[in-house]
């Protein structure tokens, strides 16, 4: 059994980024990155779809310490995972991941100040603080709806999260089921050789074109060090994009008229738009779907694509008939349906041998757990790039890690705020509200409330008091037992 000072789940962006904060700011501390696969980038080595990309610009998603150097602003999957990879080796951070290591459970012991995790292939290791980065949902499987009639669909059905390597698509009809961001990236990537690809919505999402390439950050690429050019595309993409989420928050129905605009004028058939680009929601009560450079427009409009907006009634032998009676024809059917939300990479917690129900707990910070000693998790911002959020995260950990260490403290323990709030993660979408339960609510004051406002979060939580609600317990007095998990 091996002991680190900081275990860190999870060898994705986020990972990578907790250790690479870790190692600068506490070289002395020990630590290991516990990774189920056995590769290094989470979501960007799990997806292997056609096309598969990010739908936040490089230069909020890229980590502030390393510029981005490639020319897209929308990068592919292959460039991010090759992006981490290379933070990864350049940092020394490699030789510290542990790969085929899928923490099955974290217990706490009270009496030894220490957490005990054992992995699915048998190894146990122990840890002082532990910090899950595995993100918030299951990498096993992807949500797949129980479709009527499956059996007798004569083609093959698959799901983008276990893309099969074996599957020619050439020539073919697809039917991508879905109308969020892996769907409008699936249909006009296949469209470049299928016969033809229809996009099946139950109802429509709010998509929005934007050029795959910064024209100010090329600019100040060219007159400015990479460090200083990338800080200027990343502080304005920042404000770009949260006043716009502000701004449709506190004027969805302009924002709504301006998107249905972008879309309108891109396809040019305003009853298209009507029929098939016209939410019953308002904007950012689910995630914008970013389309670089119009692709899925430029997909409709040629002819290569389409899209259908009904219900699936039952899968036949030739494809999906639908509520309307309609029958589309299909070789291939594409279930872009969603993600099966798991948190903290479904590890099982217990703490003095009483099992953690996360849905139960309060979120403290957004990043650690009401009565759950040395434990925090990163989850990204629903509004903007995951890793402004995650790095937030991580520097608010190694200051709660610096406090403890100056003032001789081996615990810290957030206390039970008086009353719960909103859920953690605030969007209507399906994937979401299926999972509610699973997951830690909010609080009804600070510090248990999460905002999501990174520009009001980069000021306050560098200068964020770590013992607010928190009880500490000094490295020399014995640890008593929790008594607030449940």
């Not at 490699?94 to 100040?113: K, L, M, P, Y």
């Not at 603080?129 to 949500?143: D, I, N, Q, V």
Request: proline residues 7%; hydrophobic residues 40%.
């Amino acid at each position: 059994m091996t002991h680190f000072d900081v275990v860190i789940i999870g060898a994705g962006l986020s990972g990578i980024g907790a250790a690479w904060r870790l190692q600068r700011q506490r070289p002395h501390d020990t630590y290991t990155i516990l990774e189920a696969r056995d590769a290094i980038g989470g979501t960007w080595d799990l997806f292997r779809y056609p096309g598969v990309r990010s739908d936040s610009d490089m230069y909020t998603l890229s980590y502030p310490f390393r510029p981005w150097r490639e020319p897209e602003s929308l990068a592919s999957g292959e460039k991010i995972r090759t992006y981490i990879e290379d933070t990864a080796a350049e940092a020394g951070i490699t030789r510290h991941i542990r790969f085929g290591s899928r923490v099955t459970t974290a217990d706490w012991s009270s009496a030894q100040a220490r957490w005990t995790l054992r992995t699915a292939r048998g190894e146990t290791v122990t840890a002082t603080f532990l910090y899950a980065c595995a993100g918030y949902y299951s990498y096993a499987e992807g949500y797949l709806p129980d479709f009527p009639g499956l059996g007798e669909f004569q083609g093959r059905l698959v799901h983008p999260q276990a893309w099969p390597s074996d599957l020619d698509h050439s020539g073919k009809r697809v039917v991508i089921i879905g109308s969020g961001a892996t769907a409008v990236t699936l249909v006009p990537e296949m469209a470049k050789d299928a016969q033809h690809v229809t996009m099946l919505q139950r109802s429509p999402s709010y998509v929005i074109p934007l050029g795959n390439r910064d024209v100010l950050a090329d600019l100040a690429r060219r007159i400015l060090p990479p460090k200083a050019a990338n800080r200027v595309a990343r502080a304005k993409n920042i404000l770009v994009t949260q006043l716009f989420y502000q701004l449709a928050r506190k004027r969805p129905k302009q924002v709504r008229w301006i998107l249905q605009g972008l879309a309108g004028r891109s396809l040019r058939n305003p009853g298209y738009v009507q029929e098939h680009f016209k939410p019953r929601y308002d904007p950012w009560d689910q995630r914008l779907c970013v389309v670089p450079d119009g692709d899925l427009f430029r997909a409709i409009t040629s002819g290569r694509a389409s899209v259908v907006t009904d219900h699936v009634d039952t899968f036949v032998p030739e494809g999906i008939r639908l509520r309307s009676g309609k029958v589309l024809e299909a070789d291939v059917v594409v279930s872009a349906t969603g993600l099966t939300l798991l948190p903290i990479g479904g590890v099982e917690i217990g703490v003095d041998g009483v099992p953690v129900k996360l849905g139960e707990q309060a979120a403290y910070r957004g990043l650690m757990l009401s009565g759950v000693p040395n434990l925090a998790y990163c989850i990204g911002y629903v509004n903007a790039s995951w890793t402004l959020r995650a790095d937030l995260s991580h520097r608010y950990v190694l200051k709660l890690l610096d406090h403890m260490a100056k003032n001789g403290h081996s615990v810290a323990t957030p206390t039970r705020p008086t009353g719960t709030g909103a859920p953690l993660l605030d969007l209507s979408s399906g994937y979401v509200q299926r999972a509610l339960d699973k997951f830690p609510r909010q609080g009804d004051r600070d510090p248990w409330l999460v905002r999501q406002n990174y520009l009001r979060d980069v000021v306050a939580t560098p200068r964020a008091d770590v013992t607010q609600d928190m009880t500490f317990t000094p490295r020399t007095a014995p640890v008593l037992p929790s008594t607030e998990v449940v």
